[in-house]
């Protein structure tokens, strides 16, 4: 029952900050990538960010400079920090992780949350 809930989700004006969270539970042996991909209305889903878990880090290029990915591996939780925000970052975020289960041996899994949604407007 490995489950990802992202929050931090809202409503923010152009060049306004979020803090997006993804928490990852369940029964788990260890978690690989983490990442974040974001989908707006008629668009295909699009890479953001991803952080491996010795803290390798990797943007898209229409964040670099503006976002940054972290995680804290107690806690089995990613974050995106979004500063600078603008009115194309409006989308549905989306947190990923491929996670090795831990009750038997197993090839890792990719899992994803339910999404939260980002609107950048004034």
């Known amino acids: 029952q490995v489950q990802l809930v992202e929050s931090g989700g809202g409503v923010v004006q152009p060049g306004g900050s979020l803090r997006l969270s993804c928490a990852a539970s369940?029964?788990?042996?260890?978690?690989?990538?983490m990442g974040w991909y974001r989908q707006a209305p008629g668009k295909q889903r699009e890479f953001v960010a991803v952080i491996t878990s010795g803290g390798r880090t990797s943007y898209a290029d229409s964040v670099k400079g503006r976002f940054t990915i972290s995680r804290d591996n107690a806690k089995n939780t990613a974050y995106l920090q979004m500063n600078s925000l603008k009115p194309e970052d409006t989308a549905v975020y989306s947190c990923?992780?491929?996670?090795?289960?831990?009750?038997?041996?197993?090839?890792?899994?990719?899992?994803w949350g339910q999404g939260t949604q980002v609107t950048v407007s004034s």
């Open positions: 990923n992780a491929l996670i090795k289960a831990g009750t038997i041996v197993a090839a890792p899994m990719m899992y």
């Open positions: 369940g029964s788990i042996s260890s978690i690989y990538d």
